[in-house]
């Protein structure tokens, strides 16, 4: 149970690295450079991400990118304790919850306007000055 808590972390993660990646850089291997896709998309820093996500500057983002920020948070601290917490303990009920929820939250996050997406993108990668 413990490894499929990480594992919906990192779908949630690569989700939004992706999303960065296709939107700042192209979507297509015609329409970028290949080298900055990849610097874009392993630009995504998980501790700096779950700290822009809790930004109060969210509540400026449409309801399902809040909500896909606050599931990045959740999935993120369970994933450490899953990870680094030898005492922590899961239940297979909580976990098929968590991929539901990862399912749901990631197809929401996915239909949500490019622009807000684009905007998202260079919320959680850039320094907030």
């Known amino acids: 149970m413990l490894r499929a808590v990480s594992t919906i972390y990192y779908a949630v993660f690569h989700t939004l690295a992706r999303n960065n990646a296709d939107l700042l850089m192209g979507a297509t291997t015609a329409a970028r450079s290949d080298g900055a896709w990849k610097q874009t998309y392993r630009a995504l820093d998980h501790g700096i991400c779950k700290n822009n996500c809790m930004n109060n500057a969210i509540s400026a983002f449409p309801r399902d990118i809040q909500d896909f920020a606050n599931f990045f948070v959740t999935m993120q ?41 684009r905007a998202f993108a260079a919320f959680v990668l850039f320094k907030h000055r």
Do not use: C, G, M, N
Not at 92 to 97: F, I, P, R, W
């Open 77 to 117: 601290k369970k994933r450490h304790s899953a990870d680094y917490d030898p005492t922590y303990r899961t239940y297979k009920s909580e976990v098929l919850l968590d991929l539901a929820q990862a399912r749901q939250t990631i197809a929401d996050f996915e239909k949500a306007p490019i622009q807000d997406r």
